[in-house]
T-cell receptor
Framework: SQTIHQWPATLVQPVGSPLSLECTVE??????LYWYRQAAGRGLQLLFY??????ISSEVPQNLSASRPQDRQFILSSKKLLLSDSGFYLC???????????????????FGEGSWLTVV | GESVGLHLPTLSVQEGDNSIINCAYS??????FIWYKQESGKGPQFIID?????DKRQGQRVTVLLNKTVKHLSLQIAATQPGDSAVYFC????????????FGAGTQVVVTP
């Protein structure tokens, strides 16, 4: 079965410091990968998505960047953190695309356990 | 997705009763919808999904209803249990943008004994 791992689970970083959050997916190949952010008491907002190695699309302008060095690895980074970067960051994955998705196969978008980032 | 400002709506349900959670989505081009359950400090957990060519889908103790005419989605939980206490989010996937979900603000479900 497929699993998704994120780390670290919790992170406290000073303003201006760099950031690196990692996400890996196991049990599948060539997944679509996503980074979402969740502010307190809010829904999730898509930050980045990737359909393959080295392919990154950004959804919102921000202080963060993403990279996909390997098929099942997705990294969220920042060179200098801002206070406003604090939040709950979630990695997600899915297989294929709309044309390949079938409800009966449970092909949907699955989330990791998240990484809590507090910028102080 | 549903826009309810900063205050998270709360649904209090007595254990054993049925729960109905509602969601108004925003984009008529959305073709796929998902309900997620999120417990405190954890990532969203997939509950059930539905495509826009359906109006109802059932799972174990859960049913999702879709009304495209009024852009409304609901999640029904039968015989609500204490373990159902969580925040529930609806998410819409806009056509031709697989996996790029737009989330509602969520509904806090509190199950009382």
């Amino acid at each position: 079965s497929q699993t998704i791992h994120q780390w670290p689970a919790t992170l406290v970083q000073p303003v201006g410091s760099p950031l690196s959050l990692e996400c890996t997916v196991e049990g599948t190949s060539n997944p679509n990968l996503y980074w979402y952010r969740q502010a307190a008491g809010r829904g999730l907002q898509l930050l980045f998505y990737s359909v393959g190695i080295g392919q990154i699309s950004s959804e919102v302008p921000q202080n963060l960047s993403a990279s996909r060095p390997q098929d099942r690895q997705f990294i969220l980074s920042s060179k200098k953190l801002l206070l406003s970067d604090s939040g709950f960051y979630l990695c997600a994955w899915s297989t294929g695309g709309w044309a390949d998705s079938e409800l009966s196969s449970g092909n949907t978008i699955y989330f990791g356990e998240g990484s809590w980032l507090t910028v102080v | 997705g549903e826009s309810v400002g900063l205050h998270l709506p709360t649904l209090s349900v007595q254990e054993g009763d049925n729960s109905i959670i509602n969601c108004a989505y925003s984009n008529s081009a959305s073709d796929y919808f998902i309900w997620y359950k999120q417990e405190s400090g954890k990532g969203p957990q997939f509950i059930i999904d539905i495509r826009s060519n359906m109006d109802k889908r059932q799972g174990q103790r859960v049913t999702v209803l879709l009304n495209k005419t009024v852009k409304h989605l609901s999640l029904q939980i039968a015989a609500t249990q204490p373990g159902d206490s969580a925040v529930y989010f609806c998410a819409e996937n806009i056509a031709d943008s697989w996996g790029k979900l737009q989330f509602g603000a969520g509904t806090q479900v509190v199950v009382t004994p």
